[in-house]
């Protein structure tokens, strides 16, 4: 079985690679690649595509893997379409996409040729917790969305069948990365603060995550603290990050104590020598109750919809600094765990059974020729003022063609091109993390 996962972002591509291997394996694959499928990786070109240390870091093989645009990854699906393609991208390119496919397969049937049309799938790398409707139909019209948690399966049944659109795509899963050894104590006591790139995001408020941080580890000198980062500074991920962390860290007057670290790597390596994991909203939360890690999910600078925080209201991990540095542990809930996917009981093991069987069955259909065509809810006749737009981001026409002066996949782009590009998003990131800020300060003046 050949299967193609297309993302946009480091954590995109661990989850559509992850997820890959989960629903076309009876045997439960791990980060290091199955056995009984090919998997073909692409990398959507774009502000967020991942450094090859960002890759590694995220561990996941594959048998090949290569960046692309849009328009490219579409002229070679139209070649030589696999089985099953995993999207693995932002809601608008999932549109695009899913537009595009439908066009080539259209077109290949039209001139004669097989006209195969694949299997696909999509949904979200972690918590939904903002941009529900937009992101769910913007991702209407594949196969199958997974859905992280039974909560969330009934939040997205919920607003496709509140417009009108087809809900039997939705499928409840779990995220693809949870797992490994289930909690032990450590010597020395850790504690990990998970970052975020995007939340908060004013400067005031990142800075004072760390001070806290910093007050915490000066507090108790027998513990490790570690902040555990996302990316090196020029790196982007899913989110744009504007103050790293690291810059910040530069500031702290007389500098950290010794028992205070800044940390990258896989997140499962971080939590194999976690005590106590503390974040604003970050997924990593999830994957630490997982593993029965005590976890706290911060309410200091409230509980909003912008942090993405209120998620975990009625978790039983919702707490402040004050309280962790009093000694205080969380202690979750445990029917609020079973909703959101978080299985430690063992349940993990069965959660991407549903996922396969449906994977399975569209297989059947789509070898008999009996899949029906790509329909997303957005079309010409629904959204005619939204849906050009995000295809046009993309180099598509309204009706999924590529416009012209679209790239061209049938050659490899030469050595000036190649250096334009990685200028042009050296200067983006540049502009992001260095003059934006500066610019943002100055009209606050």
């Known amino acids: 079985m050949r299967v193609a996962v297309l993302a946009d972002s480091d954590t995109r591509w661990k989850w559509g690679a992850l997820t890959a291997n989960r629903i076309v394996s009876d045997n439960r694959p791990d980060e290091h690649g199955p056995e009984n499928h090919r998997l073909n990786g692409y990398l959507l070109r774009g502000r967020a595509t991942p450094t090859p240390r960002q890759l590694e870091e995220v561990g996941v093989r594959a048998d090949s893997l290569r960046e692309v645009t849009a328009v490219e990854f579409l002229r070679e699906m139209g070649r030589e379409a696999p089985d099953v393609i995993v999207l693995a991208l932002v809601g608008g390119a999932v549109q695009a996409v899913l537009h595009g496919l439908a066009r080539v397969v259209e077109d290949a049937r039209l001139t004669g040729g097989r006209g195969k049309r694949p299997v696909v799938v999509t949904g979200y790398v972690g918590v939904v917790y903002e941009k529900l409707a937009d992101g769910l139909l913007l991702r209407h019209g594949a196969d199958v969305v997974l859905a992280n948690s039974r909560q969330d399966a009934e939040r997205f049944r919920a607003v496709y069948e509140g417009v009108g659109a087809d809900a039997t795509a939705v499928t409840e899963a779990a995220l693809p990365f949870l797992g490994g050894a289930p909690y032990e104590k450590h010597d020395p006591y850790t504690v990990v603060f998970a970052a975020q790139p995007s939340v908060p995001d004013s400067a005031a408020q990142r800075t004072y995550l760390l001070r806290r941080l910093v007050e915490h580890a000066r507090l ?51 939590l194999d020598r976690t005590d106590l994991l503390v974040t604003v909203s970050s997924t990593a939360a999830l994957e630490s109750l997982h593993r029965r890690i005590p976890t706290a999910v911060l309410t200091d600078l409230g509980v909003r919809e912008a942090l993405g925080n209120h998620h975990f209201t009625g ?73 050009p737009g995000i295809l046009a981001r993309h180099h598509l026409g309204p009706d999924g063609t590529p416009l012209p002066g679209a790239p061209a996949a049938d050659k490899d782009p030469g050595p000036v091109r190649q250096i334009v590009r990685r200028a042009a998003r050296g200067a983006y990131r540049h502009g992001v993390q260095r003059v934006a800020p500066v610019i943002r300060r100055m009209g606050e003046l």
């Open 220 to 270: 108790h000198p027998d513990r490790e603290v570690l902040l555990k980062l996302r990316s090196k500074p020029g790196e982007h991920t899913t989110h744009i990050e504007e103050l790293p962390y690291q810059k910040l860290a530069q500031r702290i007057e007389g500098g950290p104590p010794a028992n205070f670290q800044l940390v990258y790597g896989h997140m499962g390596e971080v």
């Open 315 to 387: 978790s039983g991990c919702l707490t402040s600094w004050d309280r962790i540095d009093a000694g205080d542990l969380p202690e979750p809930d445990e029917r609020w765990l079973a909703r959101q996917g978080v299985a430690a009981d063992g349940g993990y093991e069965r959660a991407f059974d549903g996922a396969r069987e449906r994977v399975t069955a569209l297989l059947a259909d789509a070898a008999d020729g009996q899949l029906p065509p790509l329909k997303p809810y957005y079309s010409l006749v629904t959204a005619r003022g939204y849906l």
